[in-house]
T-cell receptor, first 114, second 110 residues
Framework: NAGVTQTPKFQVLKTGQSMTLQCAQD?????MSWYRQDPGMGLRLIHY???????DQGEVPNGYNVSRSTTEDFPLRLLSAAPSQTSVYFC?????????????FGSGTRLTVV | LAKTTQPISMDSYEGQEVNITCSHN???????ITWYQQFPSQGPRFIIQ?????VTNEVASLFIPADRKSSTLSLPRVSLSDTAVYYC???????????WGLGTSLAVNP
């Protein structure tokens, strides 16, 4: 089925480790973004991309890197994991002209940093 | 950017119509109002989006008055499967960003 695929679904990291959360979409959407969701804080935008080769920071970018080498993929890299990065991470995409379309979200990655 | 304000929780019963009101006093001219639904352990799912007046689709209706300072999501004849968190968002049309609030946890009882 078409949609946004996130891997892994669950991950436990030790403080200081690095890892990459994968996000892929097969809908040819230009816009892709990463959010983190924490209790009592709703969803917060980490990074986003309006097309291949273009990325920008969102509300809470510190400690995370992204790249967009292809339209389909938008990986999120944690450079040196910290307990404060324990969260549920969602990737979302939308086609051009997003005002008339909803965003499609992945099923999330639950990350625990110990 | 100001976030939206909505009730933390609501209770309803199967077959009833549910109306969730959202406040967005500082909405900008380019902003749309968007609603998403989220079930536990899943990503949010788009429900409906509008700019002014009334929008209806197969799932819900969205009412936005002329001053656009509030909006109401209407779910007709809810069922147990509508138990979820509903988010009212401002969609900033000029930079395509979603401004999330904290959501309304809707419980539908038998």
């Amino acid at each position: 089925n078409a949609g946004v695929t996130q891997t892994p679904k669950f991950q436990v990291l030790k403080t200081g480790q690095s890892m990459t959360l994968q996000c892929a979409q097969d809908m040819n959407h230009e816009y892709m973004s990463w959010y983190r969701q924490d209790p009592g804080m709703g969803l917060r935008l980490i990074h986003y991309s309006v097309g291949a080769g273009i990325t920008d920071q969102g509300e809470v970018p510190n400690g995370y890197n992204v790249s967009r080498s292809t339209t389909e993929d938008f990986p999120l890299r944690l450079l040196s994991a910290a307990p404060s990065q324990t969260s549920v991470y969602f990737c979302a995409s939308s086609p051009q002209g997003g005002a008339n379309y909803g965003y499609t979200f992945g099923s999330g990655t639950r990350l625990t940093v110990v | 950017l100001a976030k939206t304000t909505q009730p933390i929780s609501m209770d309803s019963y199967e077959g009833q119509e549910v109306n969730i009101t959202c406040s967005h006093n500082n909405i900008a001219t380019n902003d749309y109002i968007t609603w998403y639904q989220q079930f536990p352990s899943q990503g949010p799912r788009f429900i409906i989006q509008g700019y002014k007046t009334k929008v209806t689709n197969e799932v819900a209706s969205l009412f936005i008055p002329a001053d656009r300072k509030s909006s109401t999501l209407s779910l007709p004849r809810v069922s147990l499967s509508d138990t979820a968190v509903y988010y009212c968002l401002r969609y900033a049309g000029n930079n395509r960003k979603l401004i999330w609030g904290l959501g309304t946890s809707l419980a539908v009882n038998p």
